[in-house]
């Protein structure tokens, strides 16, 4: 198994040094005129799209999902699962990203988790059938302390996957950037969301609104390393990696982003989707639903409640004659 895992580090090596020569020949002929004819650089323009295209697939060696952490701005829903577990479509928000990076010809999937690692599992294996690994952290890390405690797996190019937001990923495009420039950590932006207040992220000086996918090398995971960080993955680690040459490049999307971090901006935004009644869920004749709803698994509502534009997650109970108006409620609980 290791002789075939260096075989295929070494044919990945290989070919993005060939891709790499051919972007660099095709980069100075544009910038140099005379340096390449007219039919070179149509040959340089296919060679290097090829070996592009060879290359996307076996790029990236793995991507990591940050399902770790206090959820705090989904409390009280975030108590007792993560908020990753949190449901989207016939998935969960985790499940819709990982059918997303399963396109990708991937080595390892991995996962950070300070509980419900068991649940977070199960989840990845529903939607992906490929290796998977368990980062646990009795306490949440901090991105660049998780990449620290486990430096020894990102031998390769790693995707970044924050795991509370919706949002269809320009995979292919955005890789394809971070092959062609030669980057050594690529973030994808966006425009700012017309709700919430976002911080933002400084790329030449442009404030940006970071969509929460990136694209990291080893050297970077080597700079973390090297300066034993534990937290600040764009004020620390960013100062750190700019000493040694390193810049973020970003990868700019109109892609809609959606952020499911929120107690109310989940149930707008997942409500916004339709009505939802689980086919196992219990819905006395005498209650009453109105406006939007979404009612998961297991679910119980009882004779004469009223429920309106809420979200009732997997196993919770809204009891006889209780009300539950513009609200969610968590995994499991009742509502008197």
């Known amino acids: ?3 075939v895992n260096r075989t295929k580090k070494f044919v990945r090596y290989a070919v993005r040094k060939k891709c790499q020569s051919f972007t660099s020949l095709l980069a100075q002929g544009l910038k140099t005129p005379g340096v390449l004819s007219v039919e070179e650089l149509k040959f340089a323009n296919a060679i290097a799209k090829r070996f592009t295209v060879s290359l ?4 990236i060696q793995g991507v990591l999902f940050l399902t770790a952490g206090y959820g705090t701005r989904a409390e ?4 007792s699962r993560p908020k990753a577990l949190l449901p989207w479509g016939n998935t969960t928000l985790l499940g819709n990203l990982i059918k997303q990076f399963a396109k990708l010809d991937l080595e390892i999937m991995a996962f950070n988790a300070s509980r419900c690692r068991q649940l977070i599992l199960q989840e990845a294996d529903l939607c992906w059938p490929g290796h998977k690994k368990m980062l ?3 306490r949440p890390l901090g991105l660049p302390g998780t990449l620290v405690a486990n430096r020894e797996l990102f031998q390769g ?3 970044i996957s924050n795991t509370d937001i919706v949002l269809d990923i320009p995979l292919k495009e955005m890789i394809e950037f971070h092959i062609t420039t030669g980057s050594k950590w690529t973030v994808l932006t966006g425009k700012f969301p017309e709700y919430g207040h976002y911080g933002s992220l400084f790329i030449n000086g442009i404030p940006r609104h970071y969509l929460g996918i990136s694209i ?3 050297e970077v995971v080597a700079i973390a ?3 034993q960080l534990s937290t600040g993955f764009f004020t620390k680690l960013r100062g750190a990696a700019k000493q040694e040459g390193i810049e973020i490049n970003e990868f700019f999307t109109h892609a809609k982003w959606l952020d499911m971090g929120e107690v109310d901006l989940f149930r707008k ?3 916004f989707q339709s009505r939802y009644i689980h086919p196992s869920a219990e819905v006395n004749s005498s209650s009453v639903l109105e406006g939007f709803y979404w009612i998961g698994s297991s679910c119980i509502i009882g004779r004469r409640a009223s429920l309106r534009n809420s979200v009732m997650l997997d196993g919770s109970v809204l009891l006889p004659e209780a009300v539950l108006y513009d609200n969610v409620l968590p995994w499991f609980t009742r509502r008197s």
């Open 269 to 271: 935004h997942l409500l």
């Open 157 to 159: 190019h790693w995707i």
């Open 225 to 227: 390393a090297a300066e």
């Open 136 to 138: 646990f952290e009795h």
């Open 1 to 3: 198994m290791r002789v």
């Open 216 to 218: 990291i090398s080893p």
């Open 56 to 59: 996307e697939a076996g790029f």
């Open 76 to 79: 009280p829903l975030s108590f």
